[in-house]
């Protein structure tokens, strides 16, 4: 049947023939290695988990170390599909000629509502949030709408920002950020908050001198 092969088998006297060794060498050097990449990958994940400097705020914000841990493999999971951050971040907000992005970091972002768990992105231009999920909301003619929460402030917007800390807790940081319209945003639940903070600190600093 053109091209196809047929294989017979004789019986349980009958023997295969085994792939050169260096072949199969050569295979299981690939394969290990690509387990070896996975589980760095998600070891990497893991330890950045264990290294948030909130976790007691996490689970007194209604989310507990597994559902942390869940939520940063996720997203790490789905950065990765996406093609890197630097993708995800032109994707979702564009970028203006010589543009880069200098810092991505997964936090929580303070709402009425409760925190939104998400992804805050730090660029030469803008500092921008996007909700890692979607919210619902009603609309003025009273159906729910859901959409994933954006917040885009360009650099030359913003007025001050601030490092604050938790007084009974040091080690819980927040970054607030004061627009020049008085308007006042909060970021929290970090990785490492005080690489965030500099990071934001030498944007605005250079947009200021441009």
């Given at each position: 049947?053109?091209?196809?092969r047929k294989w017979k088998?004789?019986?349980?006297?009958?023997?295969?023939?085994?792939?050169?060794?260096?072949?199969?060498?050569?295979?299981?050097?690939?394969?290990?290695?690509?387990?070896?990449?996975?589980?760095?990958?998600?070891?990497?994940?893991?330890?950045?988990?264990?290294?948030?400097?909130?976790?007691?705020?996490?689970?007194?914000?209604?989310?507990?170390?597994?559902?942390?841990?869940?939520?940063?493999?996720r997203l790490g999971v789905?950065?990765?599909?996406?093609?890197?951050?630097?993708?995800?971040?032109?994707?979702?907000?564009?970028?203006?000629?010589?543009?880069?992005?200098?810092?991505?970091?997964?936090?929580?972002?303070?709402?009425?509502?409760g925190p939104l768990a998400?992804?805050?992105?730090?660029?030469?231009?803008?500092?921008?949030?996007?909700?890692?999920?979607?919210?619902?909301?009603?609309?003025?003619?009273?159906?729910?709408?859901?959409?994933?929460?954006?917040?885009?402030?360009?650099?030359?917007?913003?007025?001050?920002?601030?490092?604050?800390?938790?007084?009974?807790?040091?080690?819980?940081?927040?970054?607030?950020?004061?627009?020049?319209?008085?308007?006042?945003?909060?970021?929290?639940?970090?990785?490492?908050?005080?690489?965030?903070?500099?990071?934001?600190?030498?944007?605005?600093?250079?947009?200021?001198?441009?």
């Amino acid at each position: 049947m053109g091209g196809l092969r047929k294989w017979k088998v004789k019986g349980e006297s009958s023997r295969f023939q085994r792939p050169p060794k260096g072949k199969v060498d050569s295979v299981l050097s690939r394969m290990n290695k690509l387990r070896k990449k996975t589980e760095n990958f998600a070891l990497g994940l893991l330890e950045n988990v264990s290294n948030v400097e909130e976790p007691y705020d996490a689970v007194r914000m209604g989310h507990n170390i597994t559902k942390t841990v869940k939520w940063r493999l996720r997203l790490g999971v789905k950065i990765l599909k996406a093609g890197g951050l630097e993708k995800v971040f032109k994707k979702l907000f564009g970028v203006s000629e010589g543009e880069k992005l200098l810092n991505a970091s997964q936090c929580f972002f303070s709402t009425t509502a409760g925190p939104l768990a998400g992804l805050l992105f730090i660029s030469t231009d803008k500092l921008s949030f996007y909700s890692e999920k979607s919210i619902e909301v009603s609309s003025p003619n009273g159906q729910l709408v859901r959409f994933h929460y954006k917040v885009l402030i360009p650099l030359k917007n913003i007025k001050t920002v601030d490092l604050s800390e938790n007084v009974k807790k040091p080690s819980t940081k927040y970054i607030k950020v004061t627009t020049m319209d008085n308007f006042d945003f909060w970021f929290m639940g970090f990785i490492n908050c005080q690489k965030a903070f500099e990071y934001l600190q030498l944007a605005i600093s250079q947009a200021r001198k441009n």
